[in-house]
């Protein structure tokens, strides 16, 4: 069992937000003081390298120790949550970030704080995101109600995208100032909250995954993902439309500030833009999925990311950029929090951490591979036509989805806890 109470199945949802839930109320304001504490440690952690070695390619090593533990650890983290229990993943993993981030701050202040410090306790810290990540979304799905399952993973979206947008902001205010110190001793901070939350559920919070073993549990997940046809769509789905949705967010700095020779503080302006949007669909999506099918939803995600795609390079100055960047954001947001809360809400509690972590493989996987084929275009035929060329292709695979991969929910339920 969990770390809540028991819903009223009679009264739940009536009239009710999921913050109304003390369960979920404490879990997302756990949530969205860890994930500023994260976005503020990225930053730091970026300038510090950037100071430490003039490297293009060391620098670049900093995004690789974010997506390598995600793309190999998710799905088995998922596995262990559902295997040995969430509370104790969360808690342990937790631990882990604590030391990792009071790493940083004592090798900081001591003068300590090397190239191969800084990329190995960073992976450290983004491994334990990594094993977090299954376990929490389970862990916040099951403290709701199933109807509100949704908008609590709007306001999930809402927490991390209010931490993406004013995080590295912050941050930058206090390097700026204070040196990296407080920014990763405010990180440490951070995951305090989750360590005292699980702390008396790190070995009490077990499922019916439970009474599997390992290799069981893993030919479950891919029966699920060969018997379920909406998790299949999903996963379909999520690489059809991330795959090139991505563009925008990983090619934005370098087309900003190389291709319209702009400043940094314009392209974070940019950037803040698409971060605005993102903010402004977790408090819309509520209300614009009680008036549309997620199905259609995602279709229009999907023209419209194609379309700001495509426009992007025909715009030359930031406030040119600033509304198609902040209305990318918005469907962006809606396309991640539609998939989140399509797998909280119908894959058996049992099971959900090992979904949502082999969700989290293809969607960063794809993101990667995808950024790939973004940069390599635009080299080989400029911005204008590769990113032309990569909506039209995004138009095309949103209808083709729609048509063959429809997330058309079947009526179940779930047991659920607040």
Not at 354 to 380: D, M
């Amino acid at each position: 069992m969990g770390a809540g109470l028991t819903v009223d199945h009679n009264s739940a949802g009536q009239g009710r937000g999921p913050l109304a839930y003390r369960g979920y109320r404490a879990l997302w304001l756990i949530g969205l003081g860890r994930n500023f504490g994260t976005w503020m440690h990225n930053m730091a952690a970026a300038a510090a390298l950037a100071t430490l070695s003039p490297s293009p390619l060391v620098n670049s090593l900093l995004y690789a120790t974010t997506m390598v533990p995600i793309f190999f650890f998710s799905f088995p983290a998922g596995l262990f949550a559902d295997r040995f229990g969430r509370g104790f993943i969360l808690f342990w993993s937790s631990a882990v970030s604590i030391l990792a981030a009071a790493g940083f701050l004592a090798l900081d202040l001591t003068g300590g704080l090397t190239v191969g410090w800084l990329l190995g306790l960073t992976f450290a810290i983004n491994t334990s995101w990594a094993v977090t990540y299954p376990a929490w979304n389970a862990e916040v799905s099951a403290a709701l109600p199933r109807e509100l399952v949704k908008d609590g993973a709007s306001l999930n979206s809402l927490s991390y995208n209010l931490a993406r947008t004013m995080g590295p902001a912050i941050a930058g205010f206090v390097y700026s100032g204070f040196g990296g110190a407080p920014v990763y001793l405010l990180n440490a901070l951070s995951f305090v909250g989750l360590l005292a939350y699980f702390f008396g559920h790190r070995s009490t919070d077990r499922s019916a995954g439970a009474t599997l073993t390992v290799p069981d549990a893993f030919r479950q997940t891919i029966a699920l993902v060969r018997e379920s046809v909406l998790f299949r769509a999903v996963l379909i789905r999520g690489f059809l439309y991330f795959f090139v949705g991505q563009t925008i967010w990983s090619m934005l700095p370098v087309y900003v500030m190389r291709e319209r020779g702009l400043s940094e503080s314009q392209m974070g302006f940019a950037s803040a833009s698409a971060g605005v949007g993102a903010i402004a669909m977790a408090l819309l999506y509520p209300r614009l999925r009680r008036r549309y099918e997620d199905n259609w939803i995602l279709l229009g995600a999907g023209v419209i990311t194609a379309a700001c795609t495509a426009v992007l390079p025909a715009l030359t100055t930031v406030p040119q950029m600033a509304v198609p960047l902040a209305v990318y954001g918005a469907v962006y947001a809606v396309a991640v929090t539609i998939n989140n809360g399509l797998i909280q809400v119908h894959v058996p509690i049992d099971m959900r951490a090992r979904a949502v972590g082999l969700y989290v493989v293809v969607l960063y996987g794809v993101q990667s591979a995808g950024s790939v084929v973004a940069g390599w275009l635009a080299g080989l035929w400029g911005y204008g036509w590769a990113f032309g060329g990569l909506g039209a292709a995004l138009l095309c695979c949103s209808v083709l989805g729609v048509l063959r991969w429809p997330v058309t929910e079947p009526q179940v339920t779930h047991q659920v806890r607040s």
